[in-house]
Every structure is written in structure tokens, then in C-alpha cells.
């Protein structure tokens, strides 16, 4: 596993977050309380494929039929 990054909820992705994330990613964020602090994400990249985590535990990924998912840490959003 290569580790990327990591950004805050609500701000612009840093350059190394593929754009394919991005709507993804944006689609979690508007779902989140703006009454609580803003969680931040951290980008790792396993078997070379992009993977976004929340500190909340929600997954944005790129499967390797390079479809975007949304899941959870205890899901293998990989499958």
C-alpha cells in the first residue's frame, strides 16, 4: 500500500486524488452534518488503485473494472 494524502471534507482535492473521485467524493461531503467539525480524508492507493477513506469510515474507490464505489471501512469495497 503507497500512502497519498490527506485533505479536509469541503475542500478542493489535492492534485494526486484522481479526477474520477472527485463527484464521489463531493456526493459524501453534501450528506455530512455542517454542524460538525469537518472530517478529513486520506488517500492510500492498494494494488495501484485509489482508494479515499473519511475519518468517518466511508470509502470512495476505484474497483479494478474502474467503477467509483462508496462504501464502508468494514466493507471490502474492492470486490
Avoid: C, K, N, Y
Avoid at 489535492?14 to 480524508?41: F, T
Avoid at 486520506?42 to 485509489?50: D, I, S, V, Y
Amino acid at each position: 500500500m503507497q500512502l497519498g494524502t490527506r485533505w479536509t471534507a469541503g475542500a478542493q482535492p489535492p492534485a494526486a486524488v484522481p479526477p474520477v473521485l472527485h463527484a464521489q467524493l463531493a456526493a459524501v461531503e453534501a450528506a455530512l452534518s455542517p454542524e460538525d467539525p469537518a472530517p478529513r480524508w486520506t488517500l492510500t492507493f492498494l494494488e495501484g488503485r485509489p482508494i479515499a477513506e473519511l475519518d468517518t469510515g466511508v470509502t470512495v474507490a476505484l474497483t479494478a473494472t474502474g467503477e467509483v464505489v462508496v462504501g464502508h471501512i468494514d466493507d471490502d469495497p474492492l470486490d
